[in-house]
């Protein structure tokens, strides 16, 4: 449920409202669109009657949304979201590419890809320090050393830093150190991960599940606005199908779609959604014209001896001509990157 | 198994290998690539030794093919396919776009929007007469007379026709209508119907299957082919997945990944792969940037009462905009529309 | 659209009443449920009212179905129906078991197995004479050769035929020899040849598609049914996952969800549905623990040199044991085999 | 890769292979199999070569398992796991039923049903204190209230706990009321969690994710086995197809395959399986017949009225009346409920 007050309400008037739907047990988000001041409410809204408020001293209406999300939808939020993050923006007119390794490995690999990067035109470094892996027994990422070598690139480039967080006891430390947190497609679901990336100040990059419908990663996206982190980008990455010729499935309706239901920014992943550098190309290509906002692309100075995804990592020079390939489109779109 | 013969081979050499290969009771299938004889051999290779055939006069060599299909991939032939008909071309820098409604209604209907996508930039008119449809209840298009109004609108307009054929028996009525044949995403694996259509002289645009592999995409294409058809348009309309906020999901990485395993044109319907109106122009331009060499887009002149297919249908004026956009993206991958 | 007539409505009412509506173009389909006379319309209902028939004599009432299919829903006809053929029944008390090679290969191969099937408790012979195959290289079938020995198999054994037609011209050549015709999986929406078995007056075993959803399945049964043949039985056989380990996966919860929408019988297929001859026990078994009236199962002399399926088939003795297993499943669910 | 120790090893051989490896950066796990030691290292293996431990004293072989997954295959534990606990076991014999409602709602609603399954026969109650829901706005558990509620249910009825954790830092207070910890569909791939159940001495029902395969679960099982806690029971609980009649497709295959591919217990939620209470009892029946050791069952005094999943909770007399057709079903395979 919403409450939208009336252009003429005062400070007090939202106060009394907010006060009022606490006593009901209601959990209370306030926030502007447009000027108007609108109070989401969440918990437990059986049973809460909307008159208990309509009646109230600038109120418009009290409404229910029809989407199962509210604060993510573009219903609710009728103007893009444009994420400003240390002198860089997402969601305006200029695609913004995060490239790097899966892995952090070492100094030089990292530092090595991240000049190579950002000669290219990436604003952003992404690289792993924690990783998720299906097998126990697979390396898992160097950890804070990896994070400090990251935070080192970035001292060095330039390049903002785009990493994991696996954990909510993870989400402190990483905070040190990263300018972007990126939630993982198997951590999607993970309710207690994204209410506590809820509670920073950092923007929030969130992977969909990889089998995980749109309204579901609404549905995530929701978790991480209705506790106060209103600076998430969306990611595709890849669903899984029934196609096994590629690791997954670039749902690039998804783009449009989500474009659509909501005003947060869109990220693609072209390297996951196909895991296979020689699709890489053509799937970027396709993300930009679709109308995408950024795109994160895995970059290795040496694939073939990558510790993880190096099949589907480019080298510098595929990634420098692949940028070349991301201007021009962006043009004909009408964007730059 | 092909057996590729010497560039010094005369055509008696050749025939006495395909007479040899008949005795084996295999079939045979001669064809050029790059300006040398190739024969492919299909049917029962149970037990046949190459050597059956190695030590013939005019051989180079007997090979296997890595690949389960043979003729469609670019390992047999090297060039990409370029396919004619009637003054226009499918496979070359210029991308050819397919327009029009779902189903043939009557005659003002179709050639009021015949003329709208003639002059946004259409070379081929798309319009079903004969309709699969999971209801023995509902619309079954018009049948002939629905291929009448087909060729009627060529005559007016001078687009070229594609359309759906069904069943076998409906091939040789389609073909005197027709300048293109469809096969729909049921009939991917009908193989008594690839096999018929494999022996007329008019170009194929096979679908996909809404649940088929690109491999057994090819392989479908490759009933064709060793049939003695090589003008087959191959079509991506979308596959099924869990996901159901649209009717399919376009398979954007299968554009890549066709023009990597086979030398056929790639064409993409945005229409069915979306479901939706609002999110074709999205995917049509994703599709474009991808590599594709062709679209087949529903627009109609009245979508909100059209008989099948209206939610995913343009309307003239969305059309007009969508080729402009497309026209954009073309040049940035440097080609034409 | 039905008409339902009253407890005594003549002939004469009822013969008024299909002639009106086809002269509404409607198609017409008499039948008896409870004894009450029930007339099925098709065809283009588009606009046609339903006070047009309301009014006449004998009519208790006209109605739309709920469902998309009608003919085939336990809502049409609220009994079990119990398909009868040459002396044995299905739909009853009685589960059939349907067994034999995938391949009709040899004269001996086949008598062999039959035997063995036999001697195990089966009461259909299954064997493929037509094969639909992924690659057009692969073998596809003996032909009308193999329907001989299917032929020749019954007189020795006593064993029913049940065997695959692939295309609407093969349907009086397999009528001549089987008595069961089955529409394999990638034919399920080959509405061309679905229309011809539902014009012939023997048993079919309808698959579900790989990729088709109930909803889809049954709409297919209504095209046979809505053709004046409603001897089908739906056949279970695994549908297409993410899932890789098993070359389907069975959808055991299609069994109980076909025995509440429709009064058809119910097959499982579990070794298609499998992949893995290793599976094929456990998986008949929930079968018949689920409510399957039926099971058709792939068995070989020797399966190691199977000409196709051999990874799924059981041998002799293994088939011998699973049914005993399945005998006594049948009895804990109150039914025989 | 593991070593494998001879029959003859001492203690101290086995001491010294630990310290060795440990020395070699890899984290090592004793365990017996058929009264043979068996050290299985873990971490960076990356470069080990297995002749550092193939020469030391007492050691028999250093084998690399053919599977990913290792602790968990059957290739390294040949027998059954029977997992006891509170006087209970599963793995045998004896098939367990755990039933319960979805979420604890009240004293009364949890005690009526407890009573009720108590005395059809079953010996765990389920029930969710915790809850992960896909909507931050949705009712999210009573939280230790509920875990209270269900200890009292345990003293007046004996039924044993099962109930779900959701984070690492639940798993303290979940330990002290619960008797088996569930690991919902949605943790699966929740790495920081499953190694944190994996360091307690609480058996773990670990539910596959909806959209993982067979190999991943494996997997996941695997992190908890692999920090030491081997008391796993597997559960099959649908996954996500594009089937939408059901809300998920029952795998049953997967029953079958795990037994296969693993020692541990398999259990089955017909419920989540098939999200319609109508089908919950074919399901169960089909989990049974195919080798189930357990069933977990949604069970609610008034699912009309539940807080949640309702849809697919059977009422008291549904589920008494189901227990008696499995019983029936578990004489049939030769076992017992």
């Known amino acids: 449920m919403i409450v939208v007050m009336t252009a003429g309400a005062t400070q007090d008037d939202t106060q009394y409202v907010v006060a009022r739907a606490q006593s009901l047990g209601l959990r209370t988000h306030v926030s502007l669109d447009n000027g108007r001041t609108v109070i989401s409410l969440t918990g437990g809204l059986r049973g809460i009657e909307s008159d208990a408020l309509s009646g109230l001293r600038g109120v418009e209406?009290?409404?229910?949304?029809?989407?199962?999300?509210?604060?993510?939808?573009?219903?609710?939020?009728?103007?893009?979201?444009?994420?400003?993050?240390?002198?860089?923006?997402?969601?305006?007119?200029?695609?913004?590419?995060?490239?790097?390794?899966?892995?952090?490995?070492?100094?030089?690999?990292?530092?090595?890809?991240?000049?190579?990067?950002?000669?290219?035109?990436?604003?952003?470094?992404?690289?792993?320090?924690?990783?998720?892996?299906?097998?126990?027994?697979?390396?898992?990422?160097?950890?804070?050393?990896?994070?400090?070598?990251?935070?080192?690139?970035?001292?060095?480039?330039?390049?903002?830093?785009?990493?994991?967080?696996?954990?909510?006891?993870?989400?402190?430390?990483?905070?040190?150190?990263?300018?972007?947190?990126?939630?993982?497609?198997?951590?999607?679901?993970?309710?207690?991960?994204?209410?506590?990336v809820g509670r920073v100040d950092k923007p929030i990059l969130l992977k969909r599940g990889m089998m995980s419908t749109i309204n579901e990663f609404l549905m995530s996206a929701e978790y991480i606005l209705s506790h106060g982190n209103n600076h998430v980008m969306l990611c595709e990455r890849g669903i899984r199908t029934f196609e096994t010729y590629t690791r997954n499935t670039l749902d690039i309706n998804a783009v449009g779609a989500l474009k659509e239901l909501t005003h947060l920014p869109v990220i693609v992943d072209p390297s996951h959604a196909t895991g296979k550098a020689s699709l890489v190309a053509s799937a970027s290509r396709a993300a930009v014209a679709a109308g995408a906002d950024g795109l994160i692309i895995e970059v290795h100075n040496d694939p073939d001896h990558a510790w993880s995804d190096g099949d589907q990592?480019?080298?510098?020079?595929?990634?420098?001509?692949?940028?070349?390939?991301?201007k021009a489109i962006a043009v004909a779109v009408g964007r730059t990157i």
């Open 61 to 196: 209406r009290v409404a229910s949304l029809r989407l199962p999300y509210r604060l993510t939808s573009s219903e609710y939020k009728s103007e893009r979201s444009i994420i400003p993050f240390n002198g860089l923006s997402i969601g305006g007119d200029e695609i913004m590419v995060m490239a790097g390794p899966c892995s952090v490995e070492s100094q030089s690999q990292l530092l090595e890809t991240a000049v190579a990067v950002k000669n290219a035109g990436a604003k952003l470094l992404r690289g792993g320090a924690f990783k998720p892996r299906t097998s126990p027994y697979s390396f898992q990422g160097m950890g804070e050393p990896g994070l400090k070598l990251l935070a080192e690139a970035r001292e060095q480039t330039g390049l903002l830093i785009v990493t994991e967080v696996m954990s909510p006891e993870q989400v402190p430390l990483v905070c040190e150190y990263a300018d972007v947190l990126q939630i993982g497609t198997r951590n999607m679901l993970n309710y207690s991960l994204l209410q506590e």
């Open 313 to 326: 990592s480019l080298n510098h020079s595929e990634f420098e001509a692949l940028m070349g390939q991301l």
